[in-house]
């Protein structure tokens, strides 16, 4: 269905391709599932399929690529719209229109499709994708997962051949996630549709590809494969795979149903060995760094949290769970004020953070925003540190001292909004840790990072708890969760609902147990490093 | 750094504008340019609704006249985000003495990504504005008009870089601001009946003597709103002109407008 | 009146209640009679009072209401400072001042008469009534939906006005959350300076997602056109510049002395009617279709029919010269109601009942958006 027949791409004023060499053969009913780091080239090579690089981009593409017997060399992207669907990242910014049902047939009315064949299939995608509830509402009113299954239904509606999807999970909760990825299944195997999507969370992804391509990036070539062989020696790979290569499991299972039923022997060779308890370690300072107490937040008649009580101490790491709307963000802006309460109290640092004022509330809490760009204003990344130095009155250069820990390869001149996400994030977490505050707040933290990136992160905050700091991150990501949290509190609908150490809360729940723990249960391990760990032991 | 135009004017787009200036001079400047005894002069109180029809049909001819091969995605959704941002300025100084931020948008929109653009931006902004506030009326063919005649000459301004061109763009801002004051003036001016002679329009009066009233008729009525804002407008175009135009730059080579692909078969 | 149409709730395409605003704001621009102005007036507020949908922009009536006041006021307050008095009654003896010379020695003040506070009352009423009939418009239509009905010559303009009308709210919704952010800097979030420094991120966010929409907008197919035979084009084009230069040569004729009127009005009317023609024409090679587009059926054509008859009602009356339609007011008389014009207003009020009652959906509340996700 997609052929790429020795393809290289070079952007214009580049000098070296972004891809180079590409030989890359993609039968019709397959889903593809393309893994890369962030900057590897992986959004160009999806780009290419529909002919966007380099017709939208400008740049040289030597070689040819053939979609469905068609060159994109000579097909702009609108005229192969009716053949390959492409979903962006971010769903919102792609509609053109501002109610659902219009949205799903902007592409139809493109391709000049008749009346009557348009209001067929938008009923057809409609139930298809489980929107017909939501037709007549406005984009801007739906969830993240509602809007991504609209950028969805809005391209099936053409009839598309091919559909691309970049990183379609990045901004879901689990169980929004797991509603995408089945209606992408349900297209491949009842339509014959050929997916490719790129996505960093492997866990979610693995199970449902029929080949994997990886693009390394830096000018090397691309491979692909069936999954199991692509992940035997991948660099990066999910939690069930990295235990199955751990404990020399053939073949090397994909999902955790596979993994469990090869787990008999590691089950039973970690007998004796307790998974470890999360401890708080470094500082033992009582004394809560945030307290809320029956607190309730409402917009208008709706309620966003009620009646949550909990409290943070020094050294923890507590993720906070829960579903899209949930009151996840609500809680973090609540901690430092950002939105008022209707009822209950909040404290931090032992203050009503709605009196805290300037470089007080800067100095006793941090929050690092879904979108960190939120933070940024400046120009330049040099610009953005002084001005973060001056804001946090602290010593000229502590926040570029930060930054190149945390993020070395970041260069001064560079204008934030080209940082990648990751960069991004952690530009605005020195600045937010540049007046070294008690209490640092992360909402989502990992959406659309790469695993290296990821990694630095959890070292990062680590590392922070260590040396006293009390850490809440708000997030969709289990793995991150089971990887640092030592606390999990599981929000829905505005109420706590479970609070707990982290092997207490997510152990017991279907949608926040790591994989390592569904494979593993009834034992309470929760990454394949404590695995690893107790297994060294074990030979040891 | 080049500029790439987000819109080309073809030979096509030049006609139709110049054309549609032409028309649109008359339909603002009739009370002062007309002779005492030709016909719009005859039927005064109907002309500015004449105008009022042809001027928005000329203007779908100009918008369509680029469509015809220019206008690609790029500009379309650059042009409805701008847009977007002048209807979110607009209301602001809605009314108070004219504080209108909006000719920074349009100023500096047109300087960034060309004549052209500049042309357009001006009538998308004022109507997709005037739509959402519900503000539809007979004056939007002549703001509309106004606009985007602002939106076209900061497109033609000279080549300049750094300060001079802060200050370039300030002075045509300023010129620009207050000029659409002394025009939007004209369409209704005919209209206020019953002003005492010095002030009204006479039909059929020699033309320096309404050319007098009509001057005079500004200075009394509508000078309060004109300076505060062309002072507004240089004020902001020196404060926040640069980086605007900095980001408007960034994304016009981020778009690449009119990217030029190449294709190379495989060696 | 029969068809389940009527009662089947369904919108009323937008130009059918365009044409009858209009036909509405021509009546009036035909009369000064006070009491048809009022009439005109209640016809307007009774329709939309009837058929106003439940949004943002269904509230603009109350705002061309307020206007309406505002310009009899400035007009009646024109009248006091600079009118010329004249009449018997005097009201009011201000003392007046006559104006340097450079300014042509207008006299300000005065003497105020009933007569000319009547006039210029009467002048303001109408142009405040043209005002309020075009409200009316502006309420009962959806501007989405005026959108999808441009024609098809218009469509990128179209397009480029509904993105700028999806991305407002968002923008509002962009600079607050940017501007309460900055607290988390320790910035404050008040005052001119806190929107100025949240404005400059969010106006890039802006622009770097209008390039995202763009590549979503290719990607889905936009601006696909099919083939169009080079003699078509040559055709167009040479239509075009003929529209155009008829157009100039037209509006030249009209502002110049003693050009025959055939030449004036008429070669406009032609020009722009060919240079229309030729747009249109162009417009053909687009492969589009439209998804439901709105119906023009029965109801459209009772509602805009009505805005006809009251349009042709007033102009028959003023042709014929019917007295009633003007209002002397030297001396001030009491407004008579003539029976054409009664008769229009009559079948101006039917969109009341003719039109299909609305769709009971919701409909968009962009400010109730929640950023709590």
Redesign the interface.
Known sequence: MINFEHVSITYPGATEPVLAGVNLQIPAGELVLVVGRTGSGKTTLLRAINGLVPHFTGGTLTGRILVDGRDTATNPPRELADLVGMVPQDPMSGFVADTVEEELAYGMECLGLAADVMRRRVEETLDLLGLADLRNRPLLSLSAGQRQRVAIGSVLTSHPKVLVLDEPTSALDPGAAEDVLAALQRLVHDLNVTVVMAEHRLERVVQYADRIVIVPGDGESIISGTPSEMMGNSPIAPPVVELGRLAGWQPLPLTVRDARRAAGPLRELLIGHAAPLRIIKGERDATPLTITEKLTVRYGDVAALRNVSITITRGEIVALMGRNGAGKSTLLSTMVGLKPTSAGIVRTNGKDPREIKGPELVHSVGLVPQDPGDLLEASTVAGECRSSDHDASVEPGTTRALLALLAPEVMDGVHPRDLSEGQRLLLALAIVLAARPPLLLLDEPTRGLDYPTKARLVKVLRELAATGHGIVLATHDVELAAEVATRVIVLAEGEVVADGPTQAVVLASPMFAPQVAKILAPEDWLTVSEVRTAMIEQVG | MTNSLALRLGP?SI??IA?TS??GI?AFG?PL?????????AHATDAP??FAI?IP??L??V??????GG????A??????L???V??LRPLGGGTAGLEPIWVVLVLGGRALGPGFGFVLGA??L???A????????WLPFQMLGAAWVGLGAGLLPRATGRPELVLLAAYGAAASFAYGLLLNLWFWP?????????AFTPGAPIVENL??WV?FT??TSLGYDIPRAVLTVTLILI?GA??L???R??SR???FD????????? | MTGSLFHLPRWLHPAAWWIWALGLATAASRTTNPLLLALVIAVAALVVSARKPDAPWGRSFKFFLRLGVVVIVIRVGVQLIFGAAFGTTVLLDLPGVTSPSWLAGVRLGGDITFESLLLAFYDGLRLATILICIGAANSLVSPSRLLKSVPAALYEFGVSVVVAMTFTPQLVADVDRVRTARRLRGRPTTGVRAIAGAAMPVFEGALEKSVTLAAAMDSRGYGRRGTIRAAQRRMNSALLLIGLVAACIGTYALIAAGSPMALGLPMLIVGVAVCITSITWSARTAVRTRYRPDPWALPENLVAGAGIMIAISFLAASWVSMPGLDTPSNPPTWPALPLLPLLGLLIATTPALTAPELPRTKVAQPRSIEVAA
């Open positions: 096509r006609t139709t054309a032409l028309v008359v009739w340019i007309a002779a005492p005894t030709s016909s719009v002069v609704w004449l042809v049909l000329l779908a001819v918008v369509s006249s680029f469509t015809d206008m690609d995605a790029k379309i959704a650059l042009l409805g985000v847009a977007a941002v209807a979110v998308v902004a109507f997709s504005s739509l959402l506030t519900g503000g539809v009326g007979p209209f206020v009946a019953n002003l005492p002679a010095a002030l007098l009233s005079r200075l009394l926040a980086p605007i900095n980001a408007l960034r994304v981020r778009a690449v990217p030029q692909p190449t294709f190379v078969p495989a060696p």
